[in-house]
């Protein structure tokens, strides 16, 4: 018995290491590539451990795509939007979880529905509206559509329903207006799911891809997904330079991965799974 | 706000947001946005669909983009590898996610959660840098992945100059973009199953196998049926892989529904087939989400 117990414990091991390895490996190789000059990849057997080429990759990458430049369009686009998505969201989940009013039903119902449409369905009408107003290729054209987020505001009234009805009672009878109680009594207490619904909203937009595509068509507006796609296009591709871009593109989230672990898992599964 | 702001701010605040007006100021902006930005163009999407474009301006053409659609076979061939991918894809990814979440529920295995955040990891990555790491890792003539082929005695896989291997390819990302964070809601699910209802089993004298089958699986089944809407949804919206790694090819084998959906209305501006793209899109998704209702909800 102990001997069987024994057994299946190191296949178990092996398996799940197994599963680590594939599931780590890429990040690591992205690094190698990185790290290393374009011809490198073609050594056979391959090199695996790290080179001496991170500057000059990041330093050739940024010449041309301008790297650094969509980085930063990058996060000013997705932190803009994800302070925005986020007043926006909790603010209208606020009101359909706390107070009843007319039309409550019918509208968040609507809200729901929208939510089993593809966003594909509104490109086409979304790109004719933004060459309209001249705003292609501008940070708004990247920011506004998805402002008002239908699951956020879902998950933001989900959360909402939990807090007492007696709290916000003796704040207005303290005598304080609607968007104080709002500002100061409600919203402190919702810090996880704050922490969860931004984060959902961060990733969003920070690996948003077809749109921006649509959108951006200059090198100084691109976002870093869109950057690193059009080093595909180049007609003879350097290897060191996308493997760069690739790592540029990870760290940040990778980082605040395992700072804020918990948040990040039920803010990516956007509170499908309840810890 | 400042001190001497604060007396006129609140009798203002007073004056019209009270508890009957503030559920409509707080709910303004978001209705307000989801108007402009997704609902106008839903409606708008659906009248460019029952349109052309004739010398610049668009005008009414009845059923024609859809009637074009039924006879495009480039349109059947996106539909086809759409569904393909979808069907051979899906289930292996979920079974994997199911065999590595029963892995980690087991009592022996210590240092859960490092192997939960280390399975979850590629779920952060953007889509593009995942496929861009593949792109690499496949190269036919210097790719690590041939190289190890290579080295075990195996020909090289001509991965994206070869239709069947380019799908193949594709379903490798995929699998390693999701199979964790598929694995994480399976986990959660397989936690909340009580104890009792094994120990029972245990007493029964049901074996490892038939507990798996007649336990885990059945109250496992909303949480199946989640991920399987999910990945189902996800899958039918395949883009940015196919953009990154084959831009459709070779010879239209990686063809997805929305990469000709693009193809039409971002390369060739035919702005009503592209929506009539779309709106047929909108349809299979509501036929297939429906029908895994029907099919995972019945039985209980």
Redesign the interface.
């Known amino acids: 018995m102990n001997k069987e117990k024994l057994l299946n414990k190191i296949v178990l091991y092996v398996l799940l290491l197994i599963g680590v390895l594939l599931s780590l490996f890429p990040f690591y190789w992205m690094f190698i590539g990185g790290t290393n000059p374009s011809g490198a990849v073609f050594n056979m057997p391959p090199r695996l451990i790290p080179g001496e080429f991170l500057w000059e990759n990041f330093t050739n990458l940024n010449e041309s795509v301008g790297i650094l430049r969509s980085l930063f369009n990058s996060l000013f686009i997705a932190v803009t939007f994800t302070v925005l998505a986020v007043l926006i969201a909790s603010m209208a989940g606020y009101a359909f979880a706390k107070y009843s009013f007319k039309g409550r039903e019918a509208i968040f119902f609507t809200l729901l529905l929208a939510m089993m449409i593809p966003y594909h369905v509104t490109l086409i009408p979304l790109f004719r509206m933004f060459a309209a107003m001249d705003w292609l290729n501008t940070y708004q054209a990247v920011i506004l559509p998805q402002l008002s987020y239908p699951f956020a505001i879902f998950l933001m009234r989900q959360n909402m329903k939990a807090i007492p009805y007696s709290l916000l009672e003796s704040a207005r009878v303290d005598g304080a207006g609607e968007l104080k109680i709002f500002f100061k009594v409600a919203l402190p207490t919702m810090r996880p799911a704050l922490a969860a619904v931004a984060i959902f909203l961060f990733m969003f937009q920070w690996n948003n891809f077809m749109w921006p595509l649509v959108v951006l068509n200059t090198s100084e507006m691109e976002t870093l997904p869109v950057a690193l796609s059009s080093l595909i296009g180049l007609s003879r591709i350097d290897y060191g330079q996308v493997m760069m871009g690739a790592t540029i593109s990870v760290v940040p989230v990778i980082i605040l991965f395992l700072i804020l672990q918990k948040q990040f898992i039920s803010g990516i599964l956007g509170g499908a799974v309840k810890e | 706000m400042a001190t001497h702001e604060k007396g006129k701010a609140?009798s203002t605040?007073?004056s019209w947001?009270?508890?009957?007006t503030?559920?409509?100021?707080?709910?303004a902006?978001?209705?307000?946005?989801?108007a402009l930005?997704?609902?106008?163009?839903?409606i708008?999407?659906f009248l460019?669909s029952f349109q052309t474009s004739e010398g610049g301006e668009m005008v009414f053409a009845g059923l024609d983009n859809y009637a074009r659609l039924f006879t495009d076979n480039l349109f059947y061939t996106a539909l086809g590898n759409t569904f393909l991918i979808l069907i051979v894809q899906v289930p292996i990814m979920l079974s994997l996610a199911l065999l590595?979440a029963v892995?980690?529920n087991?009592t022996?295995?210590k240092m859960n959660g490092f192997?939960?955040?280390?399975?979850?990891?590629?779920?952060?990555?953007?889509?593009?840098?995942?496929a861009?790491?593949?792109?690499?890792?496949l190269?036919t003539?210097?790719g690590?992945v041939n190289?190890v082929l290579m080295q075990l005695g195996i020909d090289p896989i001509a991965w994206f100059s070869d239709g069947f291997w380019a799908k193949v390819a594709l379903m490798l990302v995929i699998t390693?973009r999701w199979?964790?964070?598929n694995m994480?809601?399976l986990l959660?699910g397989l936690q909340n199953i009580s104890k009792d209802l094994y120990e029972a089993a245990e007493i029964d004298g049901a074996g490892r196998v038939r507990k798996f089958f007649s336990i885990t699986v059945p109250q496992l089944k909303p949480v199946l049926l989640?991920t399987t809407v999910l990945s189902t949804?996800g899958t039918?919206?395949l883009?940015?892989e196919p953009?990154?790694m084959t831009d459709g090819g070779p010879n239209n084998a990686t063809l997805t529904v929305?990469m000709y959906?693009?193809n039409n209305?971002?390369r060739y501006f035919d702005?009503g087939y592209?929506?009539s793209i779309?709106?047929v899109?909108?349809v299979i998704?509501?036929i297939l989400?429906w029908i895994q209702m029907k099919v995972g909800g019945d039985r209980d």
């Not at chain 2, 861009?132 to 890792?137: A, G, M, S």
């Open positions: 609140l605040k007073k947001i009270n508890p009957k503030a559920p409509y100021v707080f709910i902006p978001a209705v307000l946005f989801f930005f997704t609902v106008y163009p839903a708008s999407s460019l590595l892995m980690l087991s022996f295995v192997f939960r955040a280390a399975f979850f990891l590629p779920s952060v990555t953007s889509l593009v840098a995942a861009l790491v593949f792109l690499i890792l190269d003539n210097n690590l190289f390693w199979t964790g964070y994480v809601i959660a989640f949804i039918l919206q883009f940015d953009y990154i929305i959906l693009y209305g971002f702005f592209a929506s779309a709106y899109l909108v998704i509501a989400s």
